[in-house]
């Protein structure tokens, strides 16, 4: 089954505790993407990949770290957490990133709370 | 940063009803996508429109992109408990074309 997968789908944690929340699409899409869902905000976008090793940031970047090392991982690195990143995480890909075929599947969300 | 404009952010109808749902954009647009969020789930695609003045329709759905390609509406015509969500504009500014920008949604909710 075609699919973006996220793990973990939920997350409490501390403080400073470096996580790492997987991202992993069977596709073969080029793009992958990482958003962030506030209440009242909608969906930011955190990082994006346009393809292997080729990263970039989006609106809100600052405290997260990605990676693209393999085509159908896109890992979310927090390296020091904080209260301000409990949000709800989602990460999406799609075949490319515009025109025909750009459209986006999205993973089934991390909650991610930070105390 | 670039913002796209959604409106309204809630939205209460009664079965039946009609709903619509806006999206503008002080610039214009190369194109612009529409996904639907159930409560508790994710967004999920709807459809892109990338021609001035395209029109397309899905079931009850009816998509419409501006002639200047600034504006877009989602329209549901005779709402019905399963289209109970968060409708989402998406659109790309010029630039950068991974930078995928969302409106803030626009929360259905129907009435039986």
């Known amino acids: 089954e075609a699919q973006v997968t996220q793990n973990p789908r939920y997350l409490i944690t501390v403080t400073g505790k470096k996580l790492t929340v997987t991202c992993s699409q069977n596709m073969n899409h080029e793009y992958m993407s990482w958003y962030r869902q506030d209440p009242g905000l909608g969906l930011r976008q955190i990082y994006y990949?346009?393809?292997?090793?080729?990263?970039d940031k989006g609106d809100v970047p600052e405290g997260y770290k990605v990676s693209r090392k393999e085509k159908r991982n896109f890992p979310l690195i927090l390296e020091s957490p904080s209260p301000n990143q409990t949000s709800l995480y989602f990460c999406?890909?799609?075949?490319?990133?515009?025109?025909?075929?750009?459209?986006?599947?999205f993973g089934p969300g991390t909650r991610l709370t930070v105390l | 940063g670039q913002q796209v404009m959604q409106i309204p952010q809630y939205q209460h109808v009664q079965e039946g009803e009609d709903f619509t749902t806006y999206c503008n954009s002080s610039?214009?647009?190369?194109?612009i996508q529409w996904y639907k969020q159930r409560p508790g789930g994710h967004p999920v695609f709807l459809i892109q429109l990338v021609k001035s003045g395209e029109v397309k329709k899905q079931k009850r759905l009816t998509f419409q992109f501006g002639e200047a390609k600034k504006n877009s509406s989602l329209h549901i015509t005779a709402t019905q408990t399963t289209d109970v969500g968060t409708y989402f504009c998406?659109?790309?500014?010029?630039?950068?074309?991974?930078?995928?920008?969302f409106g803030k949604g626009t929360k259905l909710s129907v009435k039986p």
């Open positions: 999406a890909s799609s075949l490319r990133a515009s025109g025909r075929g750009n459209e986006q599947f």
């Open positions: 990949s346009m393809n292997v090793e080729v990263t």
């Open positions: 610039t214009t647009l190369s194109n």
């Open positions: 998406a659109v790309n500014y010029g630039g950068s074309q991974g930078n995928l920008i």
